[in-house]
C-alpha cells in the first residue's frame, strides 16, 4: 500500500512539473534573508505561443490577459510548531488546497478554503522532511518542510 501510495506522489510530481514546462514557462523569484534562508517563492506563469494561438489572440494584450501570478510566503521553514501558508493572487481569495506528506507518501494534512493565510499545526508530528503541495486555482506548486 506504501509503494503504490509513493507511486502515484511521484507520478503527480513529475506530471505537474512536466506538464507546466509543456505548455507555459515557469519565472521564479526567490526572497531571502541575511542568514540565507529563503522567505518566499514567488512563480508567475508566463503563457506559451501555443496557448496564444489556441486562444485566437495575439501581441501584448493576450499577454496580460494570460499571465497568472501568485505569492507564496512559507514560514518558518524549518518549523518548530505552527507553519504558516500565505497565499496572494490577481484574483482575491482564490480557492486553495493544502496537502501534507510525509516522506512515506502518506497524507497527513488537507484543508480547502478561501484564506490567504493559513496555519498548519506541526508540533504533533516528528522531526523530519514533508513535502507540502499547494493548490491554487488549478495550478500545483510542491514545497519541502523541515520539521526540528
Known sequence: MVTYIKRILTTSILSALFGFQAYAQQVLKYEYDESGNRLSRKVILLPSKQDQTRQG?????????????????????????????????????????????????????????????????????????YLLIIMIEGNRKEFKVIKQ
Request: aromatic share 6%; net charge negative; charged share 15%.
Open 57 to 129: 489572440k495575439s501581441g501584448q494584450e493576450s499577454i496580460n490577459e494570460l499571465i497568472e501570478t501568485f505569492s507564496i510566503t512559507i514560514y518558518p521553514n524549518p518549523t518548530h510548531e505552527n507553519l504558516t501558508i500565505s497565499t496572494q493572487s490577481a484574483s482575491n481569495n482564490p480557492l486553495t488546497e493544502l496537502m501534507l506528506y510525509n516522506t512515506q507518501g502518506k497524507l497527513l494534512y488537507k484543508d480547502k478554503n478561501n484564506n490567504n493565510t493559513n496555519t498548519i499545526n506541526m508540533s504533533m508530528y516528528d522531526k523530519g522532511i
